[in-house]
């Protein structure tokens, strides 16, 4: 059975192999926008599991590990407890119908890259999820909130 933070982990992989597979489509608008909204729901239903088992069967002791490089202490360290799980909860909630609603609102900008939109706000999601959930306060809270703060950029300047 997969912990929460390994439930967090696999939603934010999701996020960027969806962002990597909706560029490709781009072509095809409502492709890129189902793919996306696809990535979107399955992250979404990850993090809705990992809240669901912190907040019924308690958070995890330690926080989990993975990417380790011990030698330079690089390790990228998530821990979901009550507090991350109601903000998980929240950005998934809102996640879901944004991307739905993406969907036939890609269809106004015909001159615009959806490419560049999707991409965007999936790696804006993962960096959300990431930056919820990292006990690394030093690297990975700045490596997760610049992850979000580029994709944002890009996303309020799409138009």
Not at 17 to 44: E, I, Q
Not at 53 to 59: A, D, E, F, H
Not at 83 to 105: D, K, R, W
């Amino acid at each position: 059975m997969m912990t929460a933070e390994q439930a967090v982990f696999a939603a934010i992989l999701v996020c960027l192999a969806g962002a990597l597979l909706t560029v490709p489509a781009a072509k095809n608008r409502t492709l890129a926008g189902v793919l996306g909204f696809l990535a979107a729901a399955l992250s979404a239903s990850l993090v809705f599991y990992a809240v669901w088992r912190v907040l019924t069967l308690g958070p995890s002791s330690e926080p989990a590990a993975f990417w380790s490089r011990p030698e330079i202490g690089f390790a990228v360290r998530l821990h979901v407890d009550g507090l991350t799980a109601l903000f998980l909860l929240l950005a998934a909630f809102i996640a879901v119908p944004a991307a739905l609603y993406s969907i036939p609102y890609m269809k106004r900008y015909a001159d615009y890259s959806a490419a560049r939109y999707y991409r965007s706000f999936l790696v804006f999601l993962a960096a959300m999820y990431g930056l919820l959930s990292t006990t690394d306060m030093i690297w990975f809270f700045f490596i997760f909130w610049q992850m979000m703060t580029l994709p944002g950029w890009a996303l309020i300047r799409f138009e």
